[in-house]
């Protein structure tokens, strides 16, 4: 394991020899692990890449967060800058592209070779989060009137810049994808074999605009190293790996971990994101839940006679705010969690209803009991105020559960993210309902 802090001391007497013997026997994550640890200026950086070998500096910047690749690249001699376009693999320079400047991207295009710029155009015209997107283009495709020694022989010509070899893709002449062919199949075959013989017919495939989140599941369904991805055509464009999967797992839990907090995403990291840049992607939501919790006041005022005469039903007010919060919560982020892994769909719904519902008088009837007991020996209110309040309780949970469970999926089949409907929203929501029932409740039984 490298000591960052002797690492930052060569840096800053400028023995990059020394740093370059330290590095040499690293792995490339590693050394962009190392890369962003560092306290580096962008003079130092781009230094310490040049000091690079030459073989692993496009894995290293490969590795590099986007903001770091677009300092280096943009810092470096257009030539330099070609060559790590060049070593990138196809997607890798298509997602760097999409962050850089237009005027940026069109100076390094021009320097690399019309076989890259195809590439790199043909990924760059799907959309955003699709699988086209994300695909690369760099994979191994054989014939079917090939044989075993003529398919290896052609792996060996061209495989070394792809991105994987050990599943190939066997394509006709219209380039319509006929089946797959794994490298250990072709080892373990006789080099007379035809590849049409071997190959696996039944191919699973992702079309160039599924969601990259369908992509992520398809992915976990089959439980694949790789798939290919195909036009309307049923023509293999390209391939998606593991590796990307995971970004897209990622990036996926991430989006929805900032939605259900009430956050608008954000693909920067926290420490590099700027406090402007922070406030906008927060203070939307804040604006909203603050404007749709006056309903929560404008309740309060309606029933002020009945708070003046019965001052100590004053004091449970925040109890069923909270509880009837987290039980909306609970459910929520348990159908959300749900619908992104694909178990639930609005299909669901009476059935996701009936066992909420269910668990809600249970968990309703085990506070109110609990409840019950802290009311008349602790707090010593009268028996019919410790009704009040526990009657309500059971109401709150039973459609704070409802509400909590039924939002997302109303969500998701008019085409909204479900993880927007999570606990800050549902909880406004039980808020007001909570405080409905409560003050019903007790007009009616107090006769006020």
């Known amino acids: ?42 003079a130092e950086l781009i230094k310490l890449f040049r000091m690079l070998p030459k073989a692993i500096a496009a894995d290293v910047f490969s590795f590099l967060p986007t903001d770091v690749e677009q300092t280096i690249i943009t810092s ?51 959309p955003e989060d699709s699988a086209g997107s994300i695909m690369t283009v760099e994979f191994v495709d054989l014939k079917e009137n090939q044989t075993v020694s003529e398919a290896i022989e052609r792996i060996r010509r061209i495989g070394l810049d792809k991105e994987t070899i050990n599943t190939c893709y066997v394509t006709d002449q219209y380039r319509k994808i006929r089946g797959t062919i794994s490298l250990r199949m072709l080892l373990l075959s006789a080099a007379a074999d035809r590849i049409g013989d071997l190959m696996e017919e039944n191919v699973i495939t992702i079309n160039t605009l ?26 293999l464009v390209g391939i998606i790996t593991v590796d990307d999967v995971m970004d897209i797992i990622e990036e996926e839990a991430t989006e929805d971990i900032e939605k259900m907090a009430a956050i608008m995403p954000t693909d920067k990291p926290y420490m590099k994101t700027s406090v402007f840049e922070t406030w906008k992607k927060r203070i939307p939501w804040l604006l909203l839940l603050m404007v749709s919790a006056t309903f929560t006041g404008g309740i309060i005022t309606r029933y002020e006679t009945a708070l003046a005469s019965y001052a100590v039903l ?66 010593r209110v009268a028996m019919q105020v410790a009704v009040i309040v526990c009657s309500t309780m059971v109401i709150t949970v039973i459609v704070a559960k409802l509400v909590g469970c039924s939002l997302p999926l109303l969500a998701k089949k008019v ?34």
């Open 210 to 235: 599924m969601d990259q989140e369908e992509v992520a599941h398809q992915f976990q369904k089959y439980d694949f190293d790789a798939m290919p991805v195909v036009d309307s055509e049923n023509r």
């Open 314 to 379: 004053t004091a449970y007010i925040p109890m069923f705010m909270d509880t009837g919060g987290n039980a909306g919560g609970q459910s929520s982020v348990t159908i959300i969690r749900g619908i992104s892994l694909g178990e639930l769909g609005i299909r669901d719904m009476l059935r996701v209803l009936w066992k909420e519902l269910r668990v809600g008088v249970l968990c309703g009837l085990t506070l109110s009991a609990v409840n019950f007991v802290k009311l008349l020996l602790l707090d």
């Open 415 to 448: 085409g909204f993210d479900p993880a927007v409907m999570a606990s800050p929203f549902i909880t406004t929501i039980v808020d007001a309902v909570s405080l409905l029932i409560y003050f019903q409740i007790a007009t009616r039984m107090l006769g006020i």
């Open 76 to 126: 470096l001699t257009d030539r330099e800058a070609a060559n790590i376009i060049e070593n990138l693999f196809a997607d890798d320079a298509a997602d760097l592209m999409e962050e850089m400047p237009a005027n940026v991207v069109k100076r390094l295009l021009a320097q690399t070779t019309p076989e890259t710029r195809r590439d790199i155009n043909h990924l760059l015209r799907y």
């Open 1 to 42: 394991m490298l000591d960052i802090e002797k690492m930052q001391e060569y840096i800053e007497h400028g023995q990059y020899a020394k740093i370059r013997g330290e590095i040499a026997e690293l792995n490339e994550a590693d050394i962009a692990d190392l890369m962003e640890s560092l306290e580096l200026t962008p």
